[in-house]
């Protein structure tokens, strides 16, 4: 089977400084990828090069086989979803306008299906009361839970998750979390670049470690977090756990 | 608070006051006349300098009484009105005795020259041979002078005379063609012709026969004896004759003289003071000021002003409605990633910004004719408000673009938006609801500033204002009606906006934080 997202030899430097040093990384439907890594090892930028809210300085991605380009970018980012650190929701309307937004206007989906739609997904991460709240009234982590009901609406074939929990109190990662385990378990194509270990050794198929621009390290995550074989993740996840 | 800004005037006339009672003008030991120095061969400036006849007749005066002569050059509008105010002694301006301005509370000279109404009209244009055949025709004139009056008197009808504030204004809009015709003192307009508008020419002789004098304010009718006293001794020892030789380019005629003792009747009656006098005044009291708000001169103000408050807001409006979305596509042209619109934008912005609005209304409105461009006033005055806008609104809007977190734009950008639609729906929406306070100001700036298209003859409040004072009501009062007009149009939608702010405030995160820190304060 081919890959559903393929990563080839991938570069992206601003400036002069490169963040990104050839990665080459493919994702088979269905899998759940975490890519963990010290700030500032390219995890953001390489999910912003994904989908190509960064330009590739070189090399490419493919979704499904086709290489994204500047003119397939607004077709193809309706098929990935992202999710952001700061979740990004749009202040001036309601939640359910949040998620309605997309499917109204790009997909030209009619007003009363986008809002079924978007009711619907709601209840899916538990957030059906909200629907008319404004985001300013909403907590940090029903904030981000409705980002990801919102990046859901467009039915994506894969979910990018830039450090979903990093921006939240402590006592709101868990609900965050337990809605993106129940997005893997129904089967959901997700990238994740998270600090989160129990979530990435509970839910991953796959761990990759990025150091520097470059992926040092790779495997299933009882090998990678549990016996890794690189130094630098050992020193890695050593900071990270005894936090 | 008008209460307040009431007293502040006062207070100020108070300090300013050249109240023209002889004792404080010899205490002073400066005779102070108001002038409007852009009336050539009476009073123009040359090299920074203030000549004309009625400066060098003036300063005969001032010497004549053992005094300096101080001259102060205001509008045209003003002029008259300064003697009330006390910012002045005496006014000397080429100024027509009137009937109506005596009626008033102005006191005049004898007459000091003879004068008439002139049409110029365009060279060779034959339509125009008489004051007759101005009825049906559009007229120019210098507003509140007897050029306006003569051209009423007439039957032009009030829409056929385009006002301005100075008689050069006039000739330049027959110059472009708007006008056929204008009407304005003899002498002043024989001046300008000799120096520039080679397409113009006077039409035969003046139409309307007048004489000019010096005029004061009614609480000072000895000072005018004194004048006539000096007037009467100039005539006689020469200097006159000199100074008549001097700005008119001809001799002094005996006829001319006999004419001027004939109607020396034209002048207001009044006490006549033997020069000595001045010099045996003894050292004078301090008085106070004499501010009061007249009820009766404001309440007959109103009819007009609300005409004028009615074009002021129509002016705003559209200006306002054109501006806004003209100022929102330069925004757009300005943060775009598209060069040559990006330069256009910024071009366009710097010109307007680095420019004064009065300079641009005058390009508008006298040299786009030049170029086979004709405009109406009111068209004139909206597109140049307008424009005028549109730039300072581009930068609000620009600005306003430029504060929503770039990860808004991420967002919609990862949600399958293209650039467009992303701008429209989240982008523009966020930042109208930001932009909203300094689009406010801006509105309240436009509605103020919409008084300089009076100088394209368009009587909005501020000009009706002027107009009212310049006839001979009390100018403090009328100038204080007028700021309580602009007042009750700009509180009200400072009042909306807040309002709308409120309306919008648990919307953004920002805002909550500001409710937050009140309540914090509280």
Known sequence: MSALLSIKNLYKSFGRNEVLK?????????EVVALIGASGSGKSTLLRCVNRLEIPTSGEVEFRGEPITAANANAVRREIGMVFQRFNLF???TAIENISLAPIKVLGTSANEAKAQATALLEQVKLGAKADAYPGELSGGQQQ?????????LKPKVMLFDEPTSALDPELVGEVLEVMRDLAKSGMTMIVATHEMGFAREVANRVIFLDSGR?????????VLGSPKQERTREFLARVLNK | MLAGLALAWAGLASVAVAQGSLPQIKQRGELIFATDPTYPPFEYMEKAQMIGFDVDIGNEIAKDLGLKAKWIGLEWAGVLGSLESGKCDLAMAGITITAERKGKGYVFSRPYLLSGQEIVRRKGDTRINGPKDLVNKIVAVQQETTGQFAVAKLGVPKDHMLRFDQVQDGLMDVRNKRSDATVGDLPTLKAILQKGFPELELVGEPFVKE???IVAWKNNPELVGLVNRSLNQMMVDGRYAVA???WFGEPLTAKIVGELENRKSDGSPVPDVPIAAMKELPQPKVTGSSFSFRWEVAGAAIPQLIKGAELTLALTLLSLLIGTPTGLIFALMRISPVKPLNWIATVYVEIVRGTPLLMQIYVIYFVLPAVGVELSSFVAGVLALSLNAAAYISEIFRAGIESIDSGQMEAARSLGMDYRVAMVNVILPQTVRRVLPPLTNEAVALLKDSSLVSVVALAELMRMGKEIATNGGSPTTV????????LAMTL??????????????????PRDGARRLKRVAA
Request: no cysteine; glycine share 8%.
């Open chain 2, 479 to 486: 100038y204080l009606t007028v700021a309580v007009f602009y």
């Open chain 1, 91 to 93: 202040p001036h309307i």
């Open chain 2, 211 to 213: 004489t000019l004098g």
């Open chain 1, 22 to 30: 050839g990665i080459d990384l493919e994702v088979a439907e269905g």
């Open chain 2, 492 to 509: 009200p939608l400072t009042w909306l906006v807040r309002r709308l702010e409120a309306k919008w405030q648990p919307i953004s995160r």
């Open chain 1, 145 to 153: 839970r409705v980002a990801i009901a919102r990046a859901l609406g």
């Open chain 2, 244 to 246: 008549y030789k001097k």
């Open chain 1, 215 to 223: 992926i040092l390290e790779e495997g299933p995550p009882e090998q």
